[in-house]
């Protein structure tokens, strides 16, 4: 069994700061790739930013230089620094794992359970 557990959500002011976190736990060959997505109310999931390997990165344009995506390979974690936070970066974010599990020969993709980031005044 895998599990992803997010935090770091909150309330934050407009040009303020969050920091969420994506820990995975169980039995985990590897982690390949990391991301993290976002969906507001009637509207599709979007992807904000991923990893993928050690470096490779991918930012959605409209958190482009704002948003910074890391991962700790020793903790199995990633995590989405958001930086000058706008009122419409409010959504929940959930992150995704593309994960080897044990005992299996292919990966899988296994989501934290969401968390809320709301940014107002």
């Known amino acids: 069994q895998v599990q992803l557990v997010e935090s770091g959500g909150g309330l934050a002011q407009p040009g303020g700061s969050l920091r969420l976190s994506c820990a995975a736990s169980g039995s985990i060959f590897s982690v390949d790739a990391v991301a993290w997505y976002r969906q507001v109310p009637g509207k599709e999931r979007e992807l904000v930013a991923a990893m993928a390997g050690r470096s490779r990165t991918n930012y959605a344009d409209s958190v482009r230089g704002r948003f910074t995506i890391s991962r700790d390979n020793a903790k199995n974690s990633a995590y989405l620094q958001m930086d000058n936070l706008r009122s419409e970066d409010t959504a929940v974010y959930y992150c995704?794992?593309?994960?080897?599990?044990?005992?299996?020969?292919?990966?899988?993709?296994?989501w934290g359970q969401g968390t809320q980031v709301t940014v107002s005044s």
């Open positions: 995704k794992f593309t994960i080897a599990p044990i005992p299996s020969t292919g990966v899988y993709d296994y």
